[in-house]
T-cell receptor
Framework: GESVGLHLPTLSVQEGDNSIINCAYS??????FIWYKQESGKGPQFIID?????DKRQGQRVTVLLNKTVKHLSLQIAATQPGDSAVYFC???????????FGTGTRLTVIP | EPEVTQTPSHQVTQMGQEVILRCVPI?????FYWYRQILGQKVEFLVS????????KSEIFDDQFSVERPDGSNFTLKIRSTKLEDSAMYFC?????????????FGEGSRLTVL
């Protein structure tokens, strides 16, 4: 089956610093990837997505990088704020599949 | 902003009882999903639903589970005879297009506790 996993289960950063959250995926047939943020007691919230025909995509304070050669995905958060503290999941959609496969999640803690 | 709503927010039930979790997807969305998350673990896919039928389901979604769209707005997940290991947060999601063609919008979840 598909496997999406995260390198680090927890990450602590100082407020104002940049954060990088990494994710490895195993299904080379995946062509669409999403980063979700989950705050305590809430549902996953969409942050940013990227298709396999792209290497990089930028949003507001966030950047997603995709390296298909090593099947690696990263989320960069610029000027991390206390409100960014949450669990971050990467998710992949294999071609022709009707669902997303989620990774284990990384807990980001922002230290004021 | 449109959102996916779920009820109840928390349900406690006895093992062996039937449970129905309800969801109201975003109104113009065509694809519906149920996921679950056991405490502290990752979000796991259960089932996807399109055009009034199941389009894909996981190994978790066995004969004890069923989904239904009883009317034009609700999407329900039924667990016929709950087990202790069914205790989890259940998330409903919807999307305008299928996965790979747009984001899934998730509800706030329904916490199920089986005693």
């Amino acid at each position: 089956g598909e496997s999406v996993g995260l390198h680090l289960p927890t990450l602590s950063v100082q407020e104002g610093d940049n954060s990088i959250i990494n994710c490895a995926y195993s299904n080379s047939a995946s062509d669409y990837f999403i980063w979700y943020k989950q705050e305590s007691g809430k549902g996953p919230q969409f942050i940013i997505d990227i298709r396999s025909n792209m290497d990089k995509r930028q949003g507001q304070r966030v950047t997603v990088l995709l390296n298909k050669t090593v099947k690696h995905l990263s989320l960069q958060i610029a000027a991390t704020q206390p409100g960014d503290s949450a669990v971050y999941f990467c998710a992949e959609n294999p071609t022709e599949a009707n669902n997303l496969f989620f990774g284990t999640g990384t807990r980001l803690t922002v230290i004021p | 902003e449109p959102e996916v709503t779920q009820t109840p927010s928390h349900q406690v039930t006895q093992m062996g009882q039937e449970v129905i979790l309800r969801c109201v997807p975003i109104s113009n969305h065509l694809y519906f999903y149920w996921y679950r998350q056991i405490l502290g673990q990752k979000v796991e896919f259960l089932v996807s639903f399109y055009n009034n039928e199941i389009s894909e389901k996981s190994e978790i979604f066995d004969d004890q589970f069923s989904v239904e769209r009883p009317d034009g707005s609700n999407f329900t997940l039924k667990i016929r005879s709950t087990k202790l290991e069914d205790s989890a947060m259940y998330f409903c999601a919807s999307s305008e297009a299928g996965p790979g063609r747009g984001e899934l919008f998730f509800g706030e979840g329904s916490r199920l506790t089986v005693l």
